[in-house]
């Protein structure tokens, strides 16, 4: 399935009713455990904090998401989620492995609190290349070449 990454930010979501759309449904098919509130708050309270989201894109639809907090070092993701209708296909990985090339074109790892993780999210983490660090708090994906943004 060849999946392309789109950037969702606030003026995004303003502007196109198909990205809402979608963006909508791929968090209302999401566990309840994964979402601190219903697909629409916790949606636009992400985006009014200057935040975004990645998204895998395919066919003029987006299919899965990944929430993006970031910082001066990186990007946090959280609340990754796939359309049930695509699960199992590929497109969480796809998603992670383009988040992180575009996370290294801007200079920058990702990272995601390993409280947050279930253990087939962390087992999925470790298969793309993720790693947990030392003192277990969270997975990092580091693309960046040695001696790079420090």
């Not at 979402?35 to 894109?57: G, N």
């Not at 989620?81 to 992670?96: D, Q």
Request: proline content about 4%; aromatic content about 8%.
């Amino acid at each position: 399935m060849p999946v392309t990454l789109q950037r969702v930010d606030q003026a995004t979501w303003e502007a196109d009713a198909q990205v809402r759309t979608d963006l909508l449904r791929i968090y209302a098919d999401a566990p309840a455990e994964r979402l601190p509130h219903d697909p629409e708050t916790f949606i636009r309270e992400h985006l009014a904090a200057a935040r975004f989201f990645c998204c895998a894109h395919f066919n003029d639809r987006l299919l899965g998401a990944v929430a993006v907090r970031p910082d001066a070092e990186a990007w946090w993701l959280s609340h990754l989620c796939v359309r049930t209708a695509t699960r199992r296909r590929g497109v969480g990985s796809r998603l992670l492995t383009l988040t992180g090339k575009a996370a290294h074109h801007d200079g920058l790892r990702l990272r995601m609190l390993s409280s947050q993780l279930s253990m087939a999210d962390q087992m999925l983490l470790q298969r793309i290349g993720y790693r947990l660090t030392q003192a277990g708090d969270y997975f990092e994906l580091d693309l960046l070449p040695k001696g790079a943004g420090q």
